[in-house]
């Protein structure tokens, strides 16, 4: 028996929730498979039900994770050490209760990074029933999600527990599974472990029908005041980390220029987080409320992403955005959308210039390339068709499902 551990809700719809829902579709083919994941304050299922079985889900609710009074502290160790002790303390209730019950069968521990800390109390419990610390998978590299997110240099207490913590992991699990080669690289060089021992299975959405009738695309004009000539500019995220944030914030300081060129112009921001409200304020203070559009956290972006033009990934480098092929990117291909994303690490090495995608390295060739799309339709269905071949060519479930079930 497999359980599978994360901390997030199961049902989120943000990309990294998508990723554990495709992993524990892909496990749950072959394997009898228990997820245990934290809540979300709402009522909750008792079973998650995949195309082979169904799953009994058991929840933990952290306290001080979703309780504003440690805001001030996120930076400090304070908040650290209080949210490490409550994950703890709900984590470990239940592997302990779940792990007890099941005690007479061979567990596999399949953990899920973010934070470190969930592999490391798998491992710990784990331990007291014999279970096997067999898969750790890392959507993002901890270090650098600290460094992007809390402005922690290379000497900062806390980055050097994120460094020992790693490395403590990837040691103990028998296998490693990162999204990207970039991650890969970075994780063996700084933990030596062998690269044989690290798997990279990219963030590829799972296959879904994504033909729209005309009447859903007429209405979702209606429910978001488009008209039918206007060009669609698309950018769907979870606006948490200042990646997915600030480089959206620069962009829409082009949009007066842009306007010019393309006068039938909309942007439409479609997910939730708290980058919103910098981007309402922005946009208020630009006078844009008539061409962006906020949708807000949405359950099927397939039919939105019906109605849009050309898709972007506004995002700035660092050390953190070097390093990720994010699933956006896949949502986009596989809907046959003109995507525009940065010059830089994954994006580079996975897209082509002007052949499946325009890559920028400024945000005024971001603007160039948003007016030649504009202004080329053919281009953008060219385009659009040949970043489709790209996501079939990466998105063999039957491979994927194989590669992952070969692990365990």
């Known amino acids: 028996m497999i359980v599978y551990v994360f901390n997030n809700y199961i049902h989120d719809e943000s990309g ?3 990723r554990c829902r495709k992993e524990i579709n892909a496990l749950s083919q072959q394997f009898d498979i228990m997820v245990i994941c934290r809540g979300n304050g709402v009522k909750k299922e008792e079973v998650y039900t995949t195309l082979h079985k169904k799953i009994k889900i058991l929840y933990y609710n952290p306290y001080f994770k979703n309780n504003g009074s440690l805001t001030n502290y996120k930076a400090s160790g304070v908040y650290e050490i209080v949210r490490t002790i409550d994950l703890f303390v709900g984590l470990s209730s239940v592997l302990l209760k779940t792990l007890w019950t099941n005690r007479k069968e061979k567990i596999k521990i399949f953990s899920v990074v973010s934070p470190l800390t969930v592999p490391l109390i798998a491992l710990l419990v784990g331990k007291l029933f014999n279970a096997t610390p067999s898969v750790v998978s890392m959507h993002d590299l901890e270090p650098e999600l600290a460094m992007h997110s809390k402005g922690l240099q290379n000497n900062s207490p806390i980055l050097r527990i994120e460094y020992w913590l790693e490395k403590l992991v990837t040691q103990v699990y028998k296998h490693i599974i990162v999204t990207s080669m970039g991650q890969a690289k970075k994780l063996a060089e700084r933990t030596n472990v062998s690269l044989h021992k690290i798997s990279v299975f990219p963030n590829i959405i799972n296959k ?4 729209v009738s005309n ?5 979702i ?4 005041h488009l008209g039918s000539e206007d060009f669609v500019i698309g950018y769907i995220s979870s606006f948490t980390f200042g990646y997915t944030i600030n480089g959206m914030l620069a962009f829409l300081h082009t949009l007066p220029s842009l306007r010019e060129s393309i006068p039938q112009v909309k942007v439409l921001i479609v997910g939730g987080g708290v980058g919103l409200v910098r981007f309402k304020e922005l946009v ?12 807000g956290v949405i359950s099927n972006v397939t039919e939105v992403l019906e109605r849009i033009d ?14 990720i092929l994010p699933t956006k990117l896949f949502e986009y291909m596989q809907a046959k959308k003109p995507i525009v994303a940065p010059n830089f690490g994954e994006f580079r090495t996975n897209l082509k210039n002007g052949h499946n995608a325009f890559l920028y390295n400024t945000m005024d060739e971001l603007k160039k390339s948003l007016i030649t799309l504009y202004s080329n339709k053919k281009l953008r269905e060219e385009m659009g068709q040949k970043g489709y071949l790209l996501y079939k060519e990466k998105s063999d479930d039957n491979r994927y499902i194989n590669q992952l079930i070969n692990l365990l």
Request: hydrophobic share 40%; charged share 25%; net charge negative.
């Open 16 to 18: 990294f929730c998508k």
């Open 208 to 211: 879904t029908n994504t033909s």
């Open 215 to 219: 009447l859903s695309i007429a209405g």
């Open 221 to 224: 004009e209606k429910k978001y």
């Open 284 to 295: 208020a203070q630009l006078h844009l409320e008539d061409i962006v559009i906020f949708t």
């Open 310 to 323: 050309v898709c972007i990934i506004p995002w700035e480098k660092d050390e953190m955005t070097e390093v």
